[in-house]
């Protein structure tokens, strides 16, 4: 028997699971993808040249708000889960939907879906979106290069336009953003490290990937999104923690497998956070994960001339994702704007635009700060319109990009940036140079 199967994704994870599970197996036919988290994904095929033998027509994207009627009307056997940054119980909700419609549901093994590869990986993943994985990806590829190794970043998936086009990407210069049509959230990721010399890639067959990558490193650095688990088989696997989310670590998927597989558990932000959830962090990586070497670090914010802040009404903006399915309030923008003076932090929500209040709308904990969404042209605008309408002195923007690049302002700008920074003994280059020792990268 054929099981017919539903994956349900969000435009990253789903498309591997297709690639390394599903496709080629005569066990299953894949009938749909269902999208969430991400807006505007859905409506879209996975296009048949991806897709393979028996998918002349592709697989179609549905949103995932249709889930139960797929099931019924294609009388559906299985439905797999594949995407991450999802409360454990939301998940289990899902479950019960796709069981009480009459699927099995299932969700498959971090370790199952791993390519193996034939140079040395060091994986950066994280418990939750936000924890400061890409400073720690920087750092990572710093250490390496400074010891002579040759580094490429290969960056989870975030394939969110004409998916024909976006099979494989190879970033190392800012020409190539623009050629391939770039997000924000993938501007965001990939421009940090093509700033540092370091050549980033990223797309949808991973396999093709890891080849291409292989062929121009000596090194492979995994730049994890969300709080997934690595494509690649990893030689050492660090984990990011966010003590600001204390207890997150064992209630979020897959992040909870992340703790449980971790070679180095970095605690971030610990300079900010307060050091009784440092305390039940670590006391739960002990626990959990007593295999792991702990290492402190903080992200200290930077700002190149912070007097300008000082008196004036300042509008925050964030990242989009660490706000949106991450679930924080604010972020660094607003730690500056109080650290540095700021006489008021413009609410931004009066005058939010379009796609904007939606964003508001669905996720109501965010604090008096704009997350910076710019999944579509749509969003860039809506966001440009709202930065524009707010009445302020001073736009403080703290996206890992220069925002000024993809939008007009009106207002005078100021970045904020952050770094990872080692706060105590073990560094994270001490133990990831230990943990390197018996292997062909070192630093």
């Known amino acids: ?82 995407y991450s940054d999802v409360p454990h119980a939301s998940v289990m909700h899902k479950a019960s939907l796709a069981m009480a419609e ?93 700033d540092q010399g370091i050549t980033v890639y990223a797309g949808i067959d991973y396999q093709r990937i890891l080849r291409a990558a292989e062929a121009e490193a000596d090194v492979i650095v995994w730049d994890g999104g969300n709080n997934d688990t690595p494509f690649y088989r990893p030689d050492v696997h660090i984990v990011l923690f966010d003590p600001h ?4 670590e064992l209630l979020y998927y897959p992040g909870e497998t992340n703790l449980l597989m971790a070679d180095i558990a970095v605690i971030n932000k610990v300079d900010t956070a307060p050091a009784e959830k440092i305390a ?44 949106t399915h991450g679930g924080m309030a604010s972020g660094a923008g607003l730690v500056a704007a109080e650290r540095f003076g700021a006489a008021q932090v413009v609410d931004p929500r009066p005058y939010a635009r379009g796609s904007m209040i939606e964003v508001y709308q669905r996720y109501p904990h965010i604090g008096p700060v704009l997350p910076a969404m710019g999944y579509s042209h749509r969003q860039l605008q809506d966001l440009e319109a709202t930065i524009n309408r707010s009445p302020c002195d001073l736009v403080l923007f703290a996206t890992p990009i220069q925002l000024t690049r993809v939008v007009d302002i009106a207002r005078p700008t100021l970045r904020v940036r952050y770094e990872y920074e080692d706060a105590a003994a073990p560094t994270l280059e001490e133990v990831l140079r230990r943990r390197l020792s018996n292997g062909p990268a070192r630093i």
């Open 102 to 194: 009459g699927a099995d549901f299932i969700l498959i093994g971090a370790t199952y879906t791993m390519l193996r590869a034939v140079k040395p990986v060091i994986s950066v993943c994280a418990v939750r979106t936000g924890c400061g994985k890409s400073q720690t990806t920087r750092k990572v590829c710093g250490l390496l290069r400074a010891a002579g190794q040759r580094v490429v970043a290969v960056r989870h998936p975030m394939p969110y336009g004409d998916l024909t086009r976006q099979i494989v990407q190879r970033y190392s210069r800012y020409e190539d953003f623009a050629a391939h049509q770039c997000t924000i959230e993938e501007r965001e990721e990939f421009e940090p490290l093509v």
């Open 280 to 323: 039940q962090v670590r006391a739960n990586i002990s626990r959990f994960a007593p295999h792991a070497d702990v290492v402190l670090a903080r992200s200290p914010v930077l700002v190149s001339d912070p007097d300008r802040i000082r008196g004036q009404r300042v509008l925050v903006v964030e990242d989009g994702p660490t706000l």
């Open 245 to 248: 989310r204390a207890g997150h």
């Open 1 to 82: 028997m054929v099981e017919k199967v539903v994956i349900m994704g969000a435009a990253g994870r789903d498309f591997h699971n297709f690639n390394v599970y599903f496709r080629g197996n005569p066990r299953y036919r894949v009938v749909a993808f269902t999208a969430a988290q991400i807006p505007d994904i859905d409506g879209r095929r996975y296009p048949a040249e991806l897709a393979g033998d028996g998918y002349p027509d592709g697989i179609a994207i549905y949103p995932e708000a249709q889930l139960a009627s797929l099931i019924r009307d294609q009388r559906i056997d299985l439905v797999a889960f594949s």
